[in-house]
């Protein structure tokens, strides 16, 4: 079983910060990429960040310089810093894992989801 969890969504004004904190657990053969999705009101869920296993790192465009995506591999978690919030940030934000389960190590890469966090930036 795999299970895969967000935490650390709230209510921030304008220019404000949160870290939000994902936690997986799982038997997993490999483990390839870590991210960071996020769907708005009335809009399809679009990726933000990603870290895959040899750690390089992409952010969308509009979150270069504000966000920051790390992971600490012994507890299995992954961050995601988020400073100068801005109202367009406002979203449910998913915590993606790529990776496989040792008892499906024979097939594809799969992906897993958290259940979302909300984060909200307004005045």
């Known amino acids: 079983q795999v299970q895969v969890a967000e935490s650390g969504g709230g209510l921030v004004q304008p220019g404000g910060s949160l870290r939000l904190s994902c936690t997986f657990s799982?038997?997993?053969?490999?483990?390839?990429?870590l991210g960071w999705y996020r769907q708005a009101p009335g809009e399809q869920r679009e990726w933000v960040a990603s870290l895959d296993s040899s750690g390089e790192i992409n952010y969308l465009d509009s979150v270069k310089g504000r966000f920051t995506i790390s992971r600490d591999r012994a507890k299995n978690l992954m961050y995601l810093e988020m400073n100068s919030l801005k109202p367009e940030d406002t979203a449910v934000y998913y915590c993606n894992i790529q990776a496989r389960e040792y008892e499906r190590r024979g097939h594809g890469i799969q992906f897993y989801w958290g259940q979302g966090t909300q984060v909200t930036v307004s005045s």
């Open positions: 799982g038997n997993f053969f490999s483990v390839n990429v």
